[in-house]
């Protein structure tokens, strides 16, 4: 007996069929079954294959609904043909139906206010994503029945599945269900808004492009920046995507700040017009208006390569806009124009549909840092601005200056998040927000860094072109295509030698512009010294300018950084700003249209972060130390030693040697009167902390550099032998065989100054395109 009771148990269990991996059946259901599907061809699966392990359940409710896709949901009801993801587009089949979703569709929407955990409960996630029964902290409350706090026993109410498989990657989301909750989390925490309708504008050869405006919101303290600053490294550890940490309810907490940006594009065919006369829709909200510019073209997704990003200089200083800043009127107007108008292709030889540009975090119409703004933010740090008894020793005066002491510490480290290493994060965000994630089953299943996606170009000016080296250190994929313009960092010169050879440079551009206005010397020689005479007599008012600051000789002197544009227009501009200095030319009286000019040149006031910031783009880590006015520095030492420096010597009547003007610096006594919104007590002591922060986070690192250029980018650069911002000289340290930018392609010129791109950029761009791709043999 017990041999043929074995015999006939081991028979029953041979004919039984084994469990099956519902995922293998459901998961990528054939492209006919979806399109094709009648009653006749769909096969309906045994109760006992149903997947355990990635249902999603309405508790109490008795309806089962099992998702195949993104975009197909296979809904079971029990007891009646009723689906619960919609009612439109779906077969009955007895009790079972099939429907098919468009991928903008959402099970559930969760709420920006609501609490994430709350939002998830009427759910149960059938490895949602958690390792283990402890991680599922809402897997119980989900299916406890309304009698008691115990939770439901059964086939379909086990809080872990049967057939439970740990994700291949334990970092990430493992069902589609989670990926798709943490997909709308994140829509929320970024609130990509188009805040206002498109504009379109011709452009010539009777074409016409369309600017729409956009904003979203970045974290002000990017988690990996954050970890890396407790270790104090000069090195660099390059991050696969910037929003891949922000996988928890936690990482939706951090505060954020907005970032703008505008998208030029051309309106190339009849579908176009359309969709963008939608977006000019008046009813639409700025979040419904993003919406639905990203989900106009439901066959394609915005293609990260054919964008390029533009990065502007700086720092301290917004974009340029499209049409007035940048013009747009022919394909020859500028470099914008020429990369829309197909002059310039990407790596794979196509054009570029957008051009992306950035108002770099603080700047232009990005959460701006202004004086105002950090009176809101950091009030304490103003409470010694109107008190006449600063160095008093009363318990108030004495508590307000505890107050002041901590505001200070807490508003340099908020400054220290606005540099290069949080710029490129913010980038990386904006490109995230354009492209839409991938649907196919084979990118669902693997982590995003399997597929990177970057932008295919960036240009970068100047103070961009330092952010570009950044880039190449801190994002494994950074840009496909990188384009310097005068904007290649000397990030192995300290700040002190960077400004004593800048000293050198401007007074050779002083004798440049001397050598073309030589009746210039005297007028200004006349203007230093009427100045510095109301400055040395008490009797005598200063000299009021119509923004709130003081006209003195050393700030007359800063109309300088002007001297490293073109000769042809920037030598022109201060010419005319010095011939309308007196009223009358037998008077020293000066003339209200020169103070106006004076304001309108020296836009300091309106951009405090160039002030504040401004030596910190050459503090490349813990190593180099704290800038210390190294621009003042420098001078001090060159005025003791050389009286040519010395304007104070040079304005003298008698003395044939020329008043030099100043360059590219920043120096203490600026937030001491001399412009209004950079001075107080208050600011005077955040420039001061600023100045003596020795604790940066690094921005560069040759070794990340070299592995990108070696194998994930190409890069070009036009250097300029003149340039009065960029030492010729720190640059090319950087560029023979065995330095890190040996791999970038140099284009070395005296034919432009800094301003090159404006002046000439479209050619600059193709010439530069066309080096880094091979097209040219450049260098020779």
Known sequence: KAKAKAKAKAKAKAKAKPPLDARSIFDRPSASAIKNHTPNNITT????????????????ARTLTILLSRSVFFSISVQSSRTIVGSSAFTIIGSRSYHRLPASSKLFKPSASADFD?????????????????????????????????????WLHNTEPKYYTPPAYPDEPSSPAMKR????????????????????????????????????????????????????????????????????????????IDVYFSITELVSNTVDEASFASLADPTLTPRQRAEAYLRRDLQSNIDASRM????????????????????LASAKSSWAASALFGDITNVDGKTFERVVLMDQRGTGRSSPVSKQRLKKLFPDLFLMDDCADSAGESAEVQLKIAKVSKAVEEATQYLAKFRADSIVRDAEWIKEALIRPATSAMEEAVPEDKYPRPWGAALGQSFGGFCLMTYLSSIVHPPKLCLFTGGIAPMSSSARDVYDRLWLRVRERNHRYYEQYPGDVAVVKR???????????????????????????????????????????????????????????????LSGAFLKRIDYEQSFDDAP????LHESIYADGPSSGATNWAAHSSYEHY???????????????????????????????????????????????????????????????????????????KAASATYHDDLYVDFNCVMKLLPRGCPLEKVKVWITNEYQHSGLRDDGASIVCKLVSMAKGGMHVPS
């Open 639 to 713: 005025a003791s030693t050389n009286p040519e420096f010395d304007y104070h010597v040079t304005s003298k009547s008698g003395n044939e040697a020329p008043t030099l003007f100043f360059g590219e610096m920043v120096f203490p006594w600026m937030a001491h009167g001399d412009f209004a919104e950079l001075s107080g007590h208050s600011l005077s002591r955040l420039s001061e902390s600023l100045a003596s922060k020795n604790d940066w986070s690094p921005l560069f690192d040759a070794s990340n550099m070299r592995v990108a250029l070696d194998s994930r980018t």
């Open 181 to 256: 909750l943490l997909a709308e989390k994140m829509k929320d925490y970024r609130n990509h808004r188009i805040i206002s309708p498109p504009a379109i504008h011709p452009c010539g050869n009777n074409q016409r492009m369309m600017v729409t405006e956009h904003k979203i919101a970045v974290p002000l303290y990017h988690k990996d920046l954050e970890a890396a600053s407790a270790t104090l490294s000069d090195s660099i550890s390059a991050v696969d995507s910037v929003d891949g940490a922000y996988n928890s309810k936690e990482s939706f907490d951090r505060p954020t």
């Open 609 to 612: 972060l160039y002030f504040l």
């Open 527 to 589: 203007i230093v010294q009427k100045l510095l005479s109301q400055e040395s007599d008490p009797s005598q008012p200063p000299v009021k300018l119509p923004s709130g600051g003081i006209l003195t000789a050393r700030r007359f002197l800063q109309l300088g950084l002007a001297l490293g544009g073109t000769p042809g227009s920037a030598f022109a501009n201060i010419h005319s700003v010095i011939n309308s200095a007196f009223l009358y030319d037998d008077d020293d009286e």
């Open 308 to 327: 390029i990003l533009y990065l502007q200089g700086g720092p301290g200083f917004g974009c340029a806009a499209p049409v007035s800043g940048l013009s």
């Open 45 to 60: 699966p045994p109760r006992r294959c149903l997947p355990r392990d990635r249902c999603t359940m309405v508790p109490r």
């Open 118 to 154: 709350r939002q998830l409960s009427p759910l149960l996630l059938r490895g949602g994503g958690f390792t283990s029964r402890s991680d599922n902290k809402f897997a119980a409350s989900s299916v406890a029945n309304s009698e008691g706090d115990e939770p439901r026993t059964g």
